[in-house]
């Protein structure tokens, strides 16, 4: 049984460190891509970040809007993957999932003051 469970959100200022974590049971990360997305109640869902496979290079893919800002990494130790938050902004204000090989994780909400 796959399981993925995200954690690290919260309400949080621009400036500082924030790093959203997805740990994985059932399900190996660095056999597949894996990403991050996030849905907001004015918005679809959308495709934050990703990151292939180690196979494939573990190549990383961002949206436009959180280029420079957001870094997707995993630790295949920990089968965990995760998403460095900087530099945020209000916009970014959304619950944030991850999802891999047709997975969800439950969500993590990420409030942003402005």
Known sequence: QVQLV???GGLVQAVGSLRLSCAA????FSLNTAGWYRQSPEKERELV???SSVSSGDNTWYTESVKGRFTIS???AKNTLYLQMNSRKPEDTAMYYCAHEGYWGQGTQVTVSS
Do not use: K, T
């Open 25 to 28: 049971s059932g399900s190996i």
């Open 49 to 51: 970040a990703a990151i």
């Open 6 to 8: 995200e954690s690290g």
């Open 74 to 76: 995993r630790d295949n």
